[in-house]
């Protein structure tokens, strides 16, 4: 089995953050496993490129995972990639490079690195980053007050999660009671999209600014 596997980072917002790496290895792969084909075949007509895509996200069945197996056992090769940024990193695909690591070891897997609105939303925060927590989305139900003073005790700093629009107000709600006001937030909003906002101050003002319109779209929350 000579078949490779590339794990591909696409943009997080700007459809011009795509590597030329990353470009050349869409163009290149015999198929695209996109956790949704319908964002992808956006950037894809971006870029000019046609290629076969398969649906992979979370909710693969047992079924695709062998006949991706297979359709690289034939010397085929993949590109995988999520919704925006880089898979594996709070998205679909761990399970995936797992499956083929313990089947088949011998198949290639491959990191075409790019955008990741980790990343991005420490660069521009003021923080210092030698060190940080990356925490993905706060639960949605069960054991969100457990996450929060876990993340209170936490000696490495900063924490970085994702959020929502859905949940952003709950969960910067369940912050201020654990972590208690005055405390120093960063909120980055629609890294590289026409609305991104980089905005910093105390967990109790973070609210306030971000309600009605403000709310939405997707953001990373850092916690100091």
Same mark, same amino acid.
């Given at each position: 089995?000579?078949?490779?596997?590339?794990?591909?980072?696409?943009? *997080?917002?700007?459809?011009?953050?795509?590597?030329?790496?990353?470009?050349?290895?869409?163009?290149?792969?015999?198929?695209?496993?996109?956790?949704?084909?319908?964002?992808?075949?956006?950037?894809?007509?971006?870029?000019?490129?046609?290629?076969?895509?398969?649906?992979?996200?979370?909710?693969?069945?047992?079924?695709?995972?062998?006949?991706?197996?297979?359709?690289?056992?034939?010397?085929?090769?993949?590109?995988?990639?999520?919704?925006?940024?880089?898979?594996?990193?709070?998205?679909?695909?761990? &399970?995936?490079?797992?499956?083929?690591?313990?089947?088949?070891?011998?198949?290639?897997?491959? =990191?075409?690195?790019? =955008?990741?609105?980790?990343?991005?939303?420490?660069?521009?925060?003021?923080?210092?980053?030698?060190?940080?927590?990356?925490?993905?989305?706060?639960?949605?139900?069960?054991?969100?007050?457990?996450?929060?003073?876990?993340?209170?005790?936490?000696?490495?700093?900063?924490?970085?999660?994702?959020?929502?629009?859905?949940?952003?107000? &709950?969960?910067?709600?369940?912050?201020?009671? *654990?972590?208690?006001?005055?405390?120093?937030?960063?909120?980055?909003?629609?890294?590289?999209?026409?609305?991104?906002?980089?905005?910093?101050?105390?967990?109790?003002?973070?609210?306030?600014?971000?309600?009605?319109?403000?709310?939405?779209?997707?953001?990373?929350?850092?916690?100091?």
């Amino acid at each position: 089995m000579n078949g490779k596997l590339y794990v591909v980072a696409t943009p *997080i917002g700007n459809l011009n953050d795509v590597s030329d790496r990353g470009k050349e290895t869409l163009s290149r792969v015999d198929l695209i496993l996109a956790e949704d084909t319908r964002v992808t075949k956006k950037l894809l007509n971006h870029l000019g490129i046609k290629k076969p895509m398969w649906r992979y996200d979370e909710y693969a069945k047992d079924d695709l995972y062998e006949r991706i197996l297979e359709f690289l056992g034939a010397g085929k090769e993949i590109a995988m990639v999520t919704d925006a940024g880089t898979p594996n990193i709070a998205d679909p695909g761990s &399970k995936l490079v797992s499956f083929i690591r313990e089947r088949v070891p011998q198949i290639k897997i491959i =990191p075409v690195p790019g =955008p990741s609105a980790i990343t991005a939303a420490l660069s521009v925060s003021g923080l210092n980053a030698n060190n940080f927590v990356f925490v993905g989305y706060p639960p949605h139900k069960k054991g969100r007050q457990t996450f929060f003073k876990k993340i209170k005790e936490m000696e490495i700093r900063p924490v970085i999660m994702y959020e929502s629009p859905h949940r952003l107000q &709950k969960t910067l709600g369940d912050m201020e009671k *654990i972590c208690g006001l005055g405390h120093p937030i960063v909120i980055a909003k629609e890294l590289t999209k026409v609305h991104e906002e980089i905005w910093s101050g105390v967990i109790e003002e973070a609210g306030k600014h971000f309600g009605g319109d403000r709310g939405k779209g997707e953001f990373v929350i850092i916690i100091p």
